[in-house]
């Protein structure tokens, strides 16, 4: 069934799809459309189990986790300050060991408050267990989220998942979605086997307990990094068969025609499909371009992405986030990722579109023509922060004009 | 229970809390969970705020033989709410039988309940939870070595108010902050009343939606006094009028002991290191008379 569906509702049908029984729910722009799609199929009856409107995103993510380890199939969703308020919980539930999956509509963190899309929320959460897949199109995200309750689900990873979408430029977007028959779903998808997961009269369990001391708590650290890990060996066999089913490929690793690039583009979500277009651009100018796009950010496919860049002659990592006193957080793990390696290639890192803020085809050229001018120098070139002097032209307006505000006659300084 | 509890004797001879906790001698928190726990049953499942308990489940060991979730300081209620809707939909769907169905009970010291915690009880109760919340209040941040809370009492010294005159605010009406919502139930108890206590978490049980027990809990070091006297310390709470005992059902608040006569507070303040520079060096008069008549004004209210 192909319809156009808006990243937000391609989110919504993926919870459908797999029967989710429970959406604890909080609102927040861009991802409200997302609960209120749910919120009518529940109250018409399309959906069986229940949506819940909780008082905030901790409280939310904590309901979330807690209806998990009761052995129910549970879908929630938030954006940017609110995946920042539940912070807390995402950390301490992972720990939990229990499957759910979390749909962040990324958007730019305050301050200033903004609502456009980068990705420094979503990579707030990148240390704290949840399992994260990034998506670039509305198709992916109905798909992805099928998938990430596979691999949450999986009896040896039993994590949660956060499966990202941009904000705007896919949650209210429209693209032809093919969706997935339930039939077909369901079959991919089971019904969710909790095996031994649940609090049960006749089964008590404590759950979440304190620890004391490193050891036991290493452990348990431990443990939930190598279920984690675990995860990319079992996300290659899931994303195959989804393939074989639906005949669409997500692989860990995405690449367009980088397999004979000499520079290529490195980027996760919707703006990665800009750099596919700048890709084809430059290649029918006779560059050699390509494009690295991980899905999977965590666990963090090394292997599959020091075999797609081993021979590349040079990289641009391009981070739509900001490690304020550091740069562009992709771009260094990329870096631990290849370094040391055999035709590891130059690595040159840009941070742009943050806060929504576009990445023009031309940025693109330029920064084709600067990993040109690196791989004939041999060394790469130092961190740039994308901004062209139009920018800062009317950004040199506002300023006046704030400045022009400030000193209105008769109102205090 | 079935039988409906009415004298010391009906109280279960059966002690389903297990012994050996790292709690404090003399814990007054300690003793009302034993109480309640001997009444709610195993056929429970506790979602633990950091607090103090949190402690009573350390890794390998708990003293619960039914069901334990320990979440965060700020959002038991909310992960109390996830377990019971879980637990509704497996039985509307037919997933479990009746018979595996849990009580949820959330279980916070007074720092989570009147502070940190209380955006997500007061959505819990708006949206008509089906659970107990137990708050155990030792008038203070007891487990980080007893700061001051919303709920510490005038006067008092704590880690946080070392002042002539110890804690400058009141004590936050968590019962107050409970009722305005409309709860099904509410109750405020003492381990050292454990008639009373039984009675209303009889009452509590008989009762479903949002539900609060609202523990007074005397804690040795966090109150300083000798762990030996804690019962004593609750009973003359009790009888100064400090801590009323009362309950909230059908909208109307009643009070389940009346304290005739009652004791000047003194006798209550005098035995706890907290209040002691109320009375040495020199006699604080203007503090305790503030006190007593803090007390004095909340009978004289409930007389009329």
């Known amino acids: 069934m192909r319809r156009l569906l808006t990243g937000n509702a391609a989110a919504a049908w993926g919870a459908r799809l797999a029967r989710a029984d429970y959406v604890p729910a909080f609102p927040i722009t861009p991802q409200t459309e997302i609960i209120e799609l749910l919120a009518q199929w529940f109250g018409a009856g399309e959906m069986r189990g229940r949506l819940v409107m909780l008082e905030s995103e901790h409280s939310m993510v904590t309901a979330a986790a807690a209806a998990a380890a ?21 950390y301490t539930v992972t720990g939990w060991r229990v499957p759910f999956v ?84 369901a079959e991919f998808l089971p019904p969710f086997e909790a095996r031994g997961i649940g609090f049960r009269a006749s089964r008590p369990s404590s759950q979440a307990v304190a620890v004391l001391g490193g050891s036991p708590y290493s452990y348990f650290r431990y ?78 496919p090394v292997a599959a992405l020091r075999r797609a860049l081993a021979g590349r002659r040079a990289v641009a990592v391009i981070d739509q986030n900001l490690s304020v006193g550091k740069g562009g957080v992709l771009h260094g793990e990329l870096a631990s990722a290849l370094y ?24 693109f050229f330029q920064i084709a023509r600067e990993l040109g001018e690196a791989i004939a120098a041999r060394q790469a070139p130092p961190p740039r922060l994308l901004y062209t002097a139009g ?16 000193s209105v006659p008769g109102v205090a300084a | 229970m079935s039988a409906a509890i009415r004298r010391m004797k009906d109280l279960p001879s059966t002690h389903l809390l297990g012994a050996g906790t790292s709690m404090c001698a003399g814990c007054g928190a300690l003793l009302a ?18 607090s103090c308990m949190t402690l009573l489940a350390a890794y390998p060991f708990t003293p619960f033989r039914g069901s334990w979730l320990y979440t965060s300081m700020a959002s038991a209620p909310a992960g109390a709410q996830g377990v019971r809707d879980a637990l509704d939909i497996l039985l509307e769907q037919g997933r479990i039988a009746p018979e595996e169905d849990l009580t949820a009970v959330a279980l916070t010291g007074d720092g989570a309940a009147t502070g940190i915690g209380l955006s997500a009880t007061s959505g819990a109760i708006d949206r008509g939870l089906d659970f107990i919340y137990l708050c155990y209040d030792n008038e203070g941040y007891g487990n980080t070595g007893q700061q001051s809370s919303a709920a510490t009492p005038y006067g008092a ?3 946080t108010s070392i002042g002539a005159h110890g804690h400058c605010g009141t004590k936050k009406d968590l019962f107050a902050v409970w009722i305005a919502h409309r709860p099904a139930y509410a109750a405020t108890v003492i381990g050292a009343d454990p008639l009373d206590l039984a009675k209303k978490i009889e009452q509590a049980r008989a009762l479903q939606g949002p539900r609060l027990i609202h523990a007074l809990a005397p804690c040795p070091p966090g109150w300083d006094f000798d762990p030996a006297i804690g019962v004593e310390i609750g009973r003359l709470a009790v009888k100064t009028g400090v801590w009323p005992l009362k309950q ?41 008379g503030r006190i007593q008549s803090d007390v004095d004004a909340y009978w004289a209210q409930v007389a009329a």
């Open chain 1, 70 to 90: 009761t052995g129910v199939r549970v879908f929630t969703a938030t954006s940017s300050q609110g995946l920042l308020y539940a912070m807390e919980m995402l």
């Open chain 2, 248 to 288: 909230y059902l059908d909208g109307k608040v009643t009070h389940t002991h009346v304290p005739h006569p009652r004791l000047p507070v003194e006798e209550y303040l005098k035995l706890q290191g907290r209040f002691r520079h109320l009375f040495e060096p020199v006699r604080d008069a203007a503090t305790l």
């Open chain 1, 223 to 300: 443990e939930t990094h190598l279920a984690a890990q675990h995860a990319l060996e079992v996300y290659d066999g899931v994303a195959a068969e989804f393939a074989q089913r639906f005949g669409r490929r997500h692989d860990a690793v995405e690449c367009y025609r980088s397999d004979d690039a000499e520079i290529v583009f490195f980027m996760i979500g919707a703006f990665a499909t800009k750099a596919m277009d700048a890709v084809d651009r430059l290649r029918d100018a006779g560059v050699r371009a390509g494009l690295v796009r991980p899905r999977l950010l965590r666990p963090y």
């Open chain 1, 340 to 363: 040391g390696q055999a035709e590891a290639p130059l690595l040159a890192s840009y941070v742009g579109g943050l806060g929504g803020r576009d990445i023009a085809p031309e940025e």
């Open chain 2, 33 to 50: 969970l034993h109480e309640i726990y001997d009444l709610l049953g195993v056929r429970s499942v506790f979602v633990n705020a950091a």
């Open chain 2, 157 to 159: 010294h704590t880690a």
């Open chain 1, 391 to 406: 920018e800062l032209r009317q950004m040199r307006n506002l300023q006046a004009i704030a400045a022009a505000e400030r």
């Open chain 1, 102 to 185: 979390l749909v962040n509509v990324s958007r730019g963190l305050a301050s200033p408050i903004t609502l456009e899309s980068d990705h420094n929320d979503v990579l707030a959460a990148r240390d704290s267990g949840f399992l994260q897949m990034h998506c670039a199109t509305c198709q992916e995200i109905v798909d992805s989220v099928l998938l990430a309750y596979r691999l949450a689900e999986e009896p040896a990873v039993r994590l949660p998942a956060i499966v990202n979408l941009d904000g705007f430029h896919l949650s209210f977007t429209r693209e032809p979605v093919e969706l997935p028959p339930a039939e077909a779903a």
